[in-house]
Structures are given as C-alpha cells and as structure tokens.
C-alpha cells in the first residue's frame, strides 16, 4: 500500500483478555517502530525493529507487552492480560533504513485500545 | 534523561494571525530536532527539521530555528489557514528514535 497500515483502528478489550495490533509498513522500509499515545499525551517510545531484528525493546512497559517481525515485514504487538491502564493509541512508524536516519518516521493513524 | 517540553493548547487563532508554539528541550549531545504535525483523521507527519544549531527548518509557510543557547526549537507561521488546525509535536533524535513533547492544539477560525 502507499503507506503504513494498522489493524484494528478500534478494539475494546476486557480487562485480562489478550490483544494483537498489527501493522503493514511502507514497503520496503527497514525500520519499524511502535508507539503509545495515552490521551492528552506524546508518543511513548515502545520498540524498534530493523527488519527482523529488534533491536530496541527499553519502551515496552511490562513483560505482558511482546513485539514481533519474524519476516521483517508486518509486525504484531501483543499485549497479554490487558490492564485498563493499556487504554491508549498504538502508533507504529517504518522507515526507509535506520543507518542513514533522517528522523523522518511514516507513521499510520493508529490502532485506539480500551480496556474496559 | 531526554525530554521535550511544549507550550499548553489549545490555541486559538483567527485567520491570517501569527503564529508561535513554543517548545524547549533537555538532552545531551547535540540532537536533531523536529516538528511533526497530525491533521484530523490522519496520522503523524514531519513538517520540519533541524539537525545542528542555528540551522532553520521551514516548510508549508512554517519555520523553527534551532537555538543551542536556549534550548529551543519554537514553532512559527507568519499567517495562518484553517487548514493548518491540527495538533503539533516537537520531537528530538539524540540516536536512533524520536522523543515526543505532549503536543500542542491548533484551531484556527475563519
């Protein structure tokens, strides 16, 4: 696609179930990043990935958050026993190749979690 | 650690006003520094950028000019569209990721 895709843009969970977010990067793009956005608030760095290496996971807030890229294509967030504190915006970014960083990311709209 | 720190929205303007967004950041080294902008039902943008001091990013009628001496990195647009309501990110790279200010509404009135 023209450019970074997220699913689903709207999940509600109950508290303890399971989630997966995934995200369609740009095609070609090395790097893949992913974000939280609570309400009100900036993008909190969770992860980065260069293809299928993560290289990066310092963001993730507990270990019930896990990042995945096994074909450094799509990636899926999992986050395990969801809390409602987990209620935010999931933003993933690609771009194009980590060694000539522009800090320029392509990010998608964003995947909205409630945790009720 | 690193941080960005933004002036409080929303803020409201009429047409053709002049614009500032402030934002201030603490880091080590020397960071690139970004505004990013997020129009409604779109996602995160780059408007401009700055990659050592004194160096002015500009773009679409906007600009900032990266100050080493205050740490700033302000937002300005000599006149401003409806089209540019939006929310504005002041963002810095001391590596290899983006650090993120909390934002700043912009609305913009006929």
């Known amino acids: 696609g023209a450019g970074v895709s997220q699913s689903p843009r709207y999940k509600v969970a109950k508290r303890g179930q399971d989630v997966a977010l995934r995200c369609d990067p740009i095609s070609g793009h090395v790097s893949l990043f992913w974000y939280q956005q609570a309400l009100g608030q900036g993008p909190e760095f969770l992860t980065y990935f260069q293809n299928e290496a993560q290289l990066d996971k310092s963001g993730l807030p507990s270990d019930r958050f896990f990042a995945e890229r096994p074909e450094g294509s799509v990636s899926t967030l999992k986050i395990q026993r969801t809390q409602q504190e987990d209620s935010a915006v999931y933003l993933c970014a690609s771009s194009l190749d980590w060694r000539e960083w522009t800090g320029e990311l392509f990010f998608g709209e964003g995947s909205r979690l409630t945790v009720l | 650690g690193d941080s960005v720190t933004q002036m409080e929205g929303p803020v409201t303007l009429s047409e053709e006003a002049f614009l500032t967004i402030n934002c201030t950041y603490t880091?080590?080294?020397?960071?690139?520094l970004f505004w990013y902008v997020q129009y409604p039902g779109e996602g995160l943008q780059l408007l401009l950028k700055?990659?050592?001091?004194?160096d002015k990013g500009s773009n679409k009628g906007f600009e900032a000019t990266y100050r080493k001496e205050t740490t700033s990195f302000h937002l300005e647009k000599g006149s401003v569209q409806v089209s540019d309501s939006a929310v504005y990110f002041c963002a810095l790279s001391n590596t290899d990721k983006l650090i993120f200010g909390t934002g700043t509404r912009l609305q913009v009135f006929p």
């Open positions: 700055a990659t050592k001091a004194d």
């Open positions: 880091a080590t080294g020397y960071p690139s």
